[in-house]
């Protein structure tokens, strides 16, 4: 595949983060998360796509390999890297956690790696966001 057929997840995640960014964080934390969480994802599997020619259906195998994409990156790939798998994490545990909810300042910090996140692949791969 190519950078072209990478290009139609950009507007996936600019719409799952325009989600989160019209949510006040302090009143659906969870929601907020979640959105973000979205938004990386499909900003992770527009930029394997686009450098490696596919992307895993599992989320965790498109984290693990987005991860392995930048590892050897500067500072702001790597931080992204972590970025996304933190989001995963926190996703988790507004899904899936009963004992646990993701906080107001979580939900915030998700949102803003999400920006920076969907940002930094819109331009790797030179699409729009």
Known sequence: MSVEDA?????KANSKLKDALAMNAEVLPGPVTHSSYY???HA????????????????????AQFG????DGDTEARD?????NGAFDLRGVDDYDVQSDVSPEEASEARSAA???VDYCAKRVGAER
């Open 7 to 11: 290009r139609p997840n950009i507007p």
């Open 39 to 41: 938004a990386t994802l």
């Open 44 to 63: 992770a599997i527009t930029l394997l796509i686009a450098e490696r020619g596919s992307a895993p259906h599992k989320h965790a195998n498109v984290i």
């Open 68 to 71: 392995m994409l930048v590892k």
């Open 80 to 84: 992204l890297g972590r970025a996304v």
């Open 115 to 117: 920006q920076r996140f």
